[in-house]
């Protein structure tokens, strides 16, 4: 059973980084498409972005398109969200999360294990 673990978040000024990590165990960490997704305060779980098993293809949302990007290391069965230029609307907790498949998708359905999220708080 793959187990995930994120990290790297925290409080941020508006127009700051922030780097998250998800940490997964297993063998078979490149066999599946993983992704993200935040939860803000009052609001539904959202899509932010998502990479395929090997890494060649990526999918972001269009509020974070051209500022995060997502990325995978698959020898060290971990993913990676950069997060550049952000803004008080990307606080939320985020969450990594794998899905069924090998192919990307934006479809909260598709995964079936998912992090117990991390923390991003963005200031104005």
């Known amino acids: 059973q793959v187990q995930l673990l994120e990290s790297g978040g925290g409080l941020v000024q508006a127009g700051g980084s922030l780097r998250l990590s998800c940490a997964a165990s297993g063998r078979t960490f490149s066999s599946y498409a993983m992704g993200w997704f935040r939860r803000a305060p009052g609001k539904e779980r959202e899509f932010v972005a998502t990479?395929?098993?090997?890494?060649?293809?990526?999918y972001y949302a269009d509020s974070v398109k051209g500022r995060f990007t997502i990325s995978r290391d698959n020898a060290k069965n971990t993913l990676y969200l950069q997060m550049n230029s952000l803004k008080p609307d990307d606080t939320a907790v985020y969450y990594c999360?794998?899905?069924?498949?090998?192919?990307?998708?934006?479809?909260?359905?598709?995964?079936?294990?998912w992090g117990q999220g991390t923390q991003v708080t963005v200031s104005s």
């Open positions: 999360a794998k899905s069924r498949a090998q192919v990307t998708s934006p479809s909260y359905s598709l995964y079936d294990i």
């Open positions: 990479i395929s098993g090997r890494g060649g293809s990526t």
